[in-house]
Protein backbone atom coordinates (compact mmCIF):
# COMPACT_ATOMS: atom_id res chain seq x y z
CA UNK A 1 0.00 0.00 0.00
CA UNK A 2 1.28 3.38 -0.85
CA UNK A 3 2.38 6.04 1.85
CA UNK A 4 0.76 8.74 0.40
CA UNK A 5 1.02 11.06 4.08
CA UNK A 6 5.33 10.09 3.75
CA UNK A 7 4.97 10.55 0.11
CA UNK A 8 3.58 13.94 0.52
CA UNK A 9 5.99 15.06 3.39
CA UNK A 10 9.00 13.87 0.94
CA UNK A 11 7.99 15.66 -1.70
CA UNK A 12 7.59 19.27 0.59
CA UNK A 13 11.35 18.79 1.71
CA UNK A 14 12.81 18.27 -2.05
CA UNK A 15 10.85 21.01 -2.60
CA UNK A 16 12.53 23.23 0.40
CA UNK A 17 15.67 22.07 -0.59
CA UNK A 18 15.47 23.31 -4.16
CA UNK A 19 13.93 26.66 -3.13
CA UNK A 20 16.83 27.49 -0.39
CA UNK A 21 18.88 26.49 -3.40
CA UNK A 22 17.27 29.17 -5.39
CA UNK A 23 17.36 31.38 -2.55
CA UNK A 24 13.32 31.19 -3.15
CA UNK A 25 10.92 31.06 0.09
CA UNK A 26 9.41 27.36 0.05
CA UNK A 27 5.90 29.25 1.04
CA UNK A 28 5.98 31.14 -2.07
CA UNK A 29 5.25 27.74 -4.04
CA UNK A 30 2.07 25.38 -4.23
CA UNK A 31 2.00 21.75 -4.81
CA UNK A 32 -0.74 20.38 -7.13
CA UNK A 33 -1.26 16.64 -6.62
CA UNK A 34 -1.95 15.55 -10.13
CA UNK A 35 -4.39 12.56 -9.97
CA UNK A 36 -4.89 11.23 -13.68
CA UNK A 37 -5.97 7.53 -13.17
CA UNK A 38 -6.32 7.59 -9.36
CA UNK A 39 -9.05 6.28 -7.30
CA UNK A 40 -11.04 8.77 -4.61
CA UNK A 41 -9.38 6.41 -1.97
CA UNK A 42 -5.91 7.80 -3.06
CA UNK A 43 -7.11 11.64 -3.46
CA UNK A 44 -9.06 11.00 -0.19
CA UNK A 45 -5.59 10.35 1.49
CA UNK A 46 -3.76 12.79 -0.18
CA UNK A 47 -6.46 15.48 1.09
CA UNK A 48 -5.89 14.23 4.13
CA UNK A 49 -2.07 14.77 4.09
CA UNK A 50 -3.27 18.23 4.03
CA UNK A 51 -2.94 18.37 0.12
CA UNK A 52 -5.54 21.07 -1.28
CA UNK A 53 -4.91 21.11 -5.01
CA UNK A 54 -5.62 18.93 -7.34
CA UNK A 55 -5.39 18.71 -10.88
CA UNK A 56 -7.40 16.25 -13.98
CA UNK A 57 -6.84 16.12 -17.39
CA UNK A 58 -10.40 14.99 -18.16
CA UNK A 59 -13.41 16.48 -17.58
CA UNK A 60 -15.71 13.42 -17.13
CA UNK A 61 -13.30 11.83 -14.61
CA UNK A 62 -13.36 14.89 -12.71
CA UNK A 63 -16.82 15.22 -12.30
CA UNK A 64 -17.18 11.72 -10.64
CA UNK A 65 -14.60 11.95 -8.67
CA UNK A 66 -15.69 15.97 -7.32
CA UNK A 67 -18.91 14.58 -6.41
CA UNK A 68 -17.49 11.92 -3.63
CA UNK A 69 -14.71 14.07 -2.24
CA UNK A 70 -14.33 17.23 0.09
CA UNK A 71 -15.42 20.49 -1.01
CA UNK A 72 -12.61 22.51 0.49
CA UNK A 73 -10.34 20.68 -2.64
CA UNK A 74 -9.41 23.02 -5.26
CA UNK A 75 -9.55 21.52 -8.72
CA UNK A 76 -7.38 22.32 -11.54
CA UNK A 77 -8.09 21.14 -15.51
CA UNK A 78 -4.67 20.62 -16.40
CA UNK A 79 -5.46 18.80 -19.33
CA UNK A 80 -6.37 19.90 -22.62
CA UNK A 81 -10.21 21.86 -22.49
CA UNK A 82 -12.75 20.96 -25.72
CA UNK A 83 -14.69 24.13 -26.41
CA UNK A 84 -17.76 21.79 -26.28
CA UNK A 85 -16.77 20.79 -22.53
CA UNK A 86 -16.44 24.48 -21.33
CA UNK A 87 -20.07 24.56 -19.59
CA UNK A 88 -19.40 21.37 -18.08
CA UNK A 89 -15.65 22.42 -16.55
CA UNK A 90 -16.51 25.50 -15.43
CA UNK A 91 -19.08 23.81 -13.36
CA UNK A 92 -16.34 21.26 -11.77
CA UNK A 93 -13.69 22.88 -11.90
CA UNK A 94 -11.82 26.06 -9.95
CA UNK A 95 -9.49 26.97 -12.63
CA UNK A 96 -8.33 26.31 -16.32
CA UNK A 97 -4.90 25.75 -16.45
CA UNK A 98 -4.99 24.65 -20.15
CA UNK A 99 -6.26 28.06 -22.03
CA UNK A 100 -4.41 28.03 -25.04
CA UNK A 101 -6.46 30.05 -28.00
CA UNK A 102 -9.03 32.68 -28.70
CA UNK A 103 -11.89 30.64 -29.44
CA UNK A 104 -11.25 29.11 -25.92
CA UNK A 105 -10.85 31.77 -24.39
CA UNK A 106 -14.14 33.05 -25.87
CA UNK A 107 -16.32 30.53 -24.90
CA UNK A 108 -14.99 30.26 -20.92
CA UNK A 109 -15.73 33.99 -21.10
CA UNK A 110 -19.43 33.45 -22.14
CA UNK A 111 -20.11 30.83 -20.18
CA UNK A 112 -18.37 32.55 -17.18
CA UNK A 113 -20.97 35.81 -18.16
CA UNK A 114 -23.94 33.07 -18.02
CA UNK A 115 -22.53 31.86 -14.27
CA UNK A 116 -21.73 35.49 -13.32
CA UNK A 117 -18.17 34.91 -11.82
CA UNK A 118 -14.95 35.27 -14.06
CA UNK A 119 -13.10 32.26 -15.19
CA UNK A 120 -9.93 31.59 -13.65
CA UNK A 121 -7.50 30.66 -16.17
CA UNK A 122 -3.79 30.20 -16.91
CA UNK A 123 -2.39 30.08 -20.28
CA UNK A 124 -0.92 26.97 -21.60
CA UNK A 125 2.30 27.45 -23.58
CA UNK A 126 4.02 25.20 -26.31
CA UNK A 127 7.52 25.72 -25.56
CA UNK A 128 8.80 23.33 -28.37
CA UNK A 129 6.24 23.65 -30.40
CA UNK A 130 5.38 19.55 -30.35
CA UNK A 131 2.95 18.80 -32.76
CA UNK A 132 1.51 16.38 -30.48
CA UNK A 133 0.77 18.57 -27.08
CA UNK A 134 -2.05 21.21 -26.97
CA UNK A 135 -0.77 24.48 -25.81
CA UNK A 136 0.12 28.32 -27.75
CA UNK A 137 3.47 28.76 -29.59
CA UNK A 138 5.37 31.36 -27.00
CA UNK A 139 5.58 34.07 -30.45
CA UNK A 140 1.64 33.87 -30.00
CA UNK A 141 1.04 34.58 -26.40
CA UNK A 142 1.06 38.44 -26.51
CA UNK A 143 -1.66 38.24 -29.15
CA UNK A 144 -3.60 36.23 -27.50
CA UNK A 145 -3.40 38.15 -24.33
CA UNK A 146 -4.29 40.92 -25.83
CA UNK A 147 -7.19 39.74 -26.91
CA UNK A 148 -8.12 38.39 -23.55
CA UNK A 149 -7.94 41.80 -21.91
CA UNK A 150 -10.93 42.46 -23.53
CA UNK A 151 -12.92 39.84 -22.04
CA UNK A 152 -14.36 40.84 -18.79
CA UNK A 153 -15.08 37.37 -17.30
CA UNK A 154 -12.27 35.39 -18.06
CA UNK A 155 -9.10 36.59 -15.00
CA UNK A 156 -5.73 35.29 -16.04
CA UNK A 157 -3.32 34.53 -13.54
CA UNK A 158 -0.07 32.70 -15.23
CA UNK A 159 1.14 30.45 -17.51
CA UNK A 160 1.54 26.96 -17.41
CA UNK A 161 4.09 24.44 -19.51
CA UNK A 162 5.12 21.19 -20.23
CA UNK A 163 8.63 20.74 -21.32
CA UNK A 164 9.44 17.80 -24.12
CA UNK A 165 9.57 14.29 -22.17
CA UNK A 166 13.04 13.48 -21.32
CA UNK A 167 14.88 10.73 -19.38
CA UNK A 168 17.19 13.88 -17.40
CA UNK A 169 15.74 16.96 -15.67
CA UNK A 170 18.28 19.23 -16.60
CA UNK A 171 16.89 18.81 -20.16
CA UNK A 172 13.99 20.70 -19.19
CA UNK A 173 15.54 23.15 -17.66
CA UNK A 174 15.63 25.78 -20.85
CA UNK A 175 12.25 25.16 -21.21
CA UNK A 176 11.55 26.23 -17.48
CA UNK A 177 13.81 29.19 -17.75
CA UNK A 178 12.14 29.57 -21.14
CA UNK A 179 8.66 30.15 -19.80
CA UNK A 180 10.26 32.50 -16.82
CA UNK A 181 11.49 34.46 -19.26
CA UNK A 182 8.02 34.61 -21.36
CA UNK A 183 6.73 35.65 -18.50
CA UNK A 184 9.22 38.66 -18.10
CA UNK A 185 8.63 39.80 -21.13
CA UNK A 186 4.63 39.37 -21.62
CA UNK A 187 4.31 41.65 -17.64
CA UNK A 188 3.78 44.83 -19.71
CA UNK A 189 0.44 43.21 -21.34
CA UNK A 190 -0.78 42.96 -18.04
CA UNK A 191 -4.46 44.60 -17.36
CA UNK A 192 -7.41 44.71 -14.83
CA UNK A 193 -8.16 40.61 -15.98
CA UNK A 194 -4.55 39.53 -16.69
CA UNK A 195 -2.00 38.90 -13.90
CA UNK A 196 1.12 36.61 -14.56
CA UNK A 197 1.74 35.62 -10.78
CA UNK A 198 2.04 32.12 -11.21
CA UNK A 199 4.59 29.75 -13.45
CA UNK A 200 2.70 26.04 -13.32
CA UNK A 201 5.78 23.77 -14.01
CA UNK A 202 7.62 21.05 -13.05
CA UNK A 203 5.94 17.45 -12.58
CA UNK A 204 7.89 14.16 -10.80
CA UNK A 205 10.61 13.94 -12.70
CA UNK A 206 11.54 17.63 -12.63
CA UNK A 207 9.61 19.67 -10.30
CA UNK A 208 13.37 20.48 -8.37
CA UNK A 209 14.60 21.94 -11.56
CA UNK A 210 11.99 23.72 -12.30
CA UNK A 211 11.48 25.37 -8.72
CA UNK A 212 15.26 26.60 -9.61
CA UNK A 213 13.85 28.08 -12.29
CA UNK A 214 11.32 29.99 -10.65
CA UNK A 215 7.87 27.75 -10.77
CA UNK A 216 5.39 28.70 -8.54
CA UNK A 217 3.19 25.74 -8.59
CA UNK A 218 4.66 21.91 -9.39
CA UNK A 219 1.85 19.27 -10.72
CA UNK A 220 3.02 16.08 -9.13
CA UNK A 221 2.03 12.51 -9.55
CA UNK A 222 3.25 9.56 -9.50
CA UNK A 223 5.78 11.05 -6.52
CA UNK A 224 2.61 11.59 -4.01
CA UNK A 225 0.67 8.50 -5.40
CA UNK A 226 3.11 6.08 -6.51
CA UNK A 227 2.72 4.39 -10.35
CA UNK A 228 -0.96 4.30 -11.76
CA UNK A 229 -2.57 1.30 -10.63
CA UNK A 230 0.00 0.85 -7.64
Known amino acids: MVDIAANYREVLERMGEAAVRSSRDPKEIKLLAACKSQSVEKIRAAAAAGIRLFGENYVQEAEAKKSALDATIEWHM ?15 FDLIQSLDSVELARALDKEAKARGRAARAYVEVNL ?5 KSGIPSNRVAPLLEEIAKLPYIRIEGLMAVPPLADDAEKARPYFR ?15 NIHLAELSMGMTNDFSVAIEEGATLVRIGTAIFGPRGA
Open 78 to 92: IGHLQRNKVKTALGI
Open 128 to 132: AAEQT
Open 178 to 192: ALAELRAELKPLEAT
